[in-house]
């Protein structure tokens, strides 16, 4: 088996902390879980201060790295939506519906517990090659 981790991306921040952006291994690659980061900025440098904002620019950031990696949001069959504020469900929803216009992924939805100030979202998915 080949496993292959996705840290470098062109114009994509660093991750912030000792993770992978993904992995690639059987066929698949696994997505960390994904904040709203500016393209080209920060590592923690927060893009939109509304969920539907912030929802766009997860998938946004997810789409750079699937394809990095050879894949693409079509191919995801698995994502996991992580809420600080679970009262902002339906506005995650709208904008989430934007990205997968086709068949749907199967998704969990989950709060999130990480103190990362301005982030209300963060979203991990797992996509074939």
Do not use: W
């Amino acid at each position: 088996m080949t496993t292959r981790h996705i840290i470098d991306i062109p114009g994509y921040a660093a991750p912030h902390s000792p993770y992978s952006h993904a992995v690639v291994a059987n066929g698949f690659v696994f997505v960390s879980g994904q904040i709203p980061v500016k393209p080209g900025g920060r590592p923690t440098e927060i893009v939109g201060t509304t969920m539907h904002e912030q929802t766009r620019q997860c998938l946004r950031n997810i789409r750079t790295i699937l394809e990095a990696a050879g894949s693409s949001l079509d191919r995801v069959v698995k994502v996991t939506v992580l809420l600080v504020r679970t009262d902002l469900y339906q506005e995650m929803n709208e904008a989430y519906a934007e990205f997968f216009p086709g068949p749907k992924p199967a998704r969990a939805m989950a709060k999130f517990g990480a103190d990362i100030p301005g982030v209300l979202v963060a979203i991990e998915a797992i996509a074939t090659i």
